[in-house]
């Protein structure tokens, strides 16, 4: 696995996972600005949905393994912990924007 290309929260939540085949880790996938056929196809096979050569980040639901084979990927650029977002209740929108 190429830690250098994980980001810390990442790293963080790969160490707390039990099973490295389970698929439980919410990510983004940083690629290269323009990805030949051979990297699309990996990408595909990993489930990855809208997967075209005119994006270059991507979501999926990985397992650890999955994660460390795409770390080692010359065109993978960096992976990074997808977190859910929560509304922040009892704060004006004002104090928001500030």
């Given at each position: 696995?190429?830690?250098?290309?994980?980001?810390?929260?990442?790293?963080?939540?790969?160490?707390?996972?039990?099973?490295?085949?389970?698929?439980?880790?919410?990510?983004?996938?940083?690629?290269?600005?323009?990805?030949?056929?051979?990297?699309?196809a990996v990408?595909?096979?990993?489930?990855?949905?809208?997967?075209?050569?005119?994006?270059?980040?991507?979501?999926?639901t990985?397992?650890?393994?999955?994660?460390?084979?795409?770390?080692?990927?010359?065109?993978?650029i960096?992976?990074?912990?997808?977190?859910?977002?929560r509304?922040?209740?009892?704060?004006?929108?004002?104090?928001?924007?500030?």
């Amino acid at each position: 696995m190429n830690y250098q290309k994980l980001d810390a929260a990442l790293a963080t939540a790969l160490n707390d996972v039990q099973d490295s085949q389970e698929t439980s880790l919410a990510v983004f996938i940083h690629t290269e600005p323009i990805l030949d056929s051979a990297a699309i196809a990996v990408l595909e096979s990993l489930g990855v949905s809208g997967v075209s050569s005119e994006k270059d980040v991507f979501t999926a639901t990985l397992s650890p393994n999955t994660i460390s084979q795409l770390s080692e990927q010359p065109w993978v650029i960096s992976l990074k912990r997808s977190h859910q977002l929560r509304l922040v209740k009892g704060f004006p929108i004002s104090k928001l924007s500030k």
